[in-house]
């Protein structure tokens, strides 16, 4: 399958920093990215889904503020969490569409995730 | 996007067949069913998708019944490998201007398989 990779794999800061984590496909051009978040023994939550060249989708309850959105190129999606506190620590998880056909969406490959640990 | 329901937890030992069953009652006519597979501090991993019937490829079986309202995922011979959590997902494949094609993880499936 098509390769997405993240970028850092895992990051430590200190609270009230910014946070920058990368997205990329690698073999693939892909128009729409997600962004998801997943805390310890939890499933998945959707954050935002992201367009290249357009703003970002939020899910309800998601601070568009907080967790900026970039998809600047077709192959890469960043997401940056601004203001890191202690509760934001989590487990960031991008995914990447493939493109369709016949009017069918494209698959959809996840990046291997982003721990992130706010101290 | 329709709900899912699945165990929270399975056991198994190696060599057994496993059998996850997931309820959808209320997919659409236009929605998929998709199953992921991911170890801890990885992301997803794609297994299986399907519409209707049976659909099988290296990895695992997918059955749904003609009602569509659940379908379960069959894995051959698991391995301690295998000890993964599994997430039965449904939605839309077809693009369109009423959803975005995006995909919503319900609680999943823990198995764990043992020696």
């Known amino acids: 399958g098509a390769v997405v990779s993240q970028h850092p794999s895992r990051v430590i800061c200190k609270s009230g920093t910014s946070v920058k984590i990368e997205c990329r496909s690698l073999d693939f051009q892909a128009t729409t990215m997600f962004w998801y978040r997943q805390f310890p023994k939890q499933s998945l939550m959707l954050m935002a889904t992201?367009?290249?060249?357009?703003?970002?989708?939020?899910e309800q309850g998601v601070e568009k503020d907080k967790f900026l959105i970039n998809h600047a190129s077709l192959t890469l999606s960043t997401l940056t969490v601004t203001s890191a506190h202690p509760e934001d620590s989590s487990f960031y998880i991008c995914s990447a569409r493939a493109p369709g056909s016949g009017g069918t969406y494209g698959e959809q490959f996840f990046g291997p995730g982003t721990r992130l640990t706010v101290l | 996007l329709a709900k899912t329901t699945q165990p929270i937890s399975m056991d198994s030992y190696e060599g057994q067949e496993v059998n996850i069953t997931c309820s959808h009652n209320n997919i659409a006519t236009n929605d998929y069913i998709t199953w992921y597979q991911q170890f801890p501090s990885q992301g997803p991993r794609f297994i299986i998708q399907g519409y209707k019937t049976k659909v099988t490829n290296e990895v695992a079986s997918l059955f749904i019944p003609a009602d569509r309202k659940s379908s379960t995922l069959s894995l051959p011979r698991v391995s301690l490998s295998d000890t993964a959590v599994y997430y039965c997902l449904v939605g839309r494949a077809k693009a369109g201007s009423s959803n975005t094609g995006k995909l919503i993880f319900g609680q999943g499936t823990t198995l764990q398989v043992k020696p």
């Open positions: 992201s367009n290249e060249g357009s703003k970002a989708t939020y």
